[in-house]
């Protein structure tokens, strides 16, 4: 059971990426996938969660309207489109599965599997 992040690096603001991350020795399509963050000095927080079918999305208000998750199941990856980043989007970004269930999705605590993250630097 293993996440891979990857797809991070340096943008200007304003500017956009697209994080994946590719799934194996597991069937991620059964799972919420969610994606977090981490900026320097501050607690992980939530981004974005997919449902099961890929028909439900959550995001938080930061990302509202400039995120969007969404997975491949046939390729076992989950990506994030982020567009119109801003500085304060820097962070390093974790992709995680949950087996629980949709009411749980913003809690750090109900995902199983963990990523190893991906950083994002947003220059001003």
């Known amino acids: 059971v293993q996440l891979q992040a990857y797809g991070g690096g340096l943008v200007q603001a304003g500017g956009s990426l697209r994080l994946s991350c590719a799934a194996s020795?597991?069937?991620?399509?059964?799972?919420?996938m969610g994606w977090f963050r981490q900026a320097p000095g501050k607690e992980r927080e939530f981004v974005a969660a997919?449902?099961?079918?890929?028909?439900?999305?959550t995001y938080a208000d930061s990302v509202k309207g400039r995120f969007t998750i969404s997975r491949d199941n046939g390729m076992n990856t989950v990506y994030l489109q982020m567009n119109s980043l801003k500085p304060e989007d820097t962070a390093v970004y974790y992709c995680?599965?949950?087996?629980?269930?949709?009411?749980?999705?913003?809690?750090?605590?109900?995902?199983?599997?963990w990523g190893q993250g991906t950083l994002v630097t947003v220059s001003s």
């Open positions: 995680a599965a949950s087996t629980y269930i949709w009411g749980l999705r913003v809690r750090e605590a109900s995902y199983d599997s």
């Open positions: 020795g597991h069937t991620y399509n059964r799972d919420i």
């Open positions: 997919l449902s099961r079918n890929g028909g439900s999305t």
